[in-house]
């Protein structure tokens, strides 16, 4: 994805930090947190000037997770999906600046190896 200002141009996340924390509820101690200073694993690439952010959530992360409920009857693929928690990807801007970028709930599709 692309952080853009107002005017729609990337902005610039040179010396910026971003963490993301899934978790079961709000004010619950994270399943999994990913942030931009790892450099292997699970991460979060920042694109400097280019104003890009990629997730890196390895199979490894993802397998840990388990889900709970029923699975959702819309499903669009063959496999259950159910949910998971909830996720916020938080940032502290090159000035120190802290924010949230986004938040919402995650959904969990659960696949049979191969």
């Known amino acids: 994805m692309t952080m853009t200002d107002d005017n729609g141009r990337p902005m610039d996340l040179t010396g910026w930090s971003m963490t ?28 400097g000037t ?13 397998a840990s997770l388990e889900s709970y409920g029923l ?9 259950p999906v159910t949910k998971l928690g909830l996720h916020e990807l938080v940032f502290v801007a090159a000035d120190g600046t802290p924010g949230c970028l986004f938040e919402g709930i995650v959904n969990l599709e659960q696949k049979v190896p191969a």
Do not use: E, F, H, K
């Open 20 to 47: 993301m924390n899934i978790a079961r509820g709000v004010n619950m101690t994270p399943l999994l947190t990913i942030n931009s200073s790892a450099s292997s694993g699970s991460r979060i690439i920042l694109g």
């Open 71 to 79: 699975p959702m009857a819309a499903s669009l693929t063959q496999y």
């Open 50 to 62: 280019d104003g890009t952010i990629q997730i890196i959530i390895t199979g490894a992360d993802t």
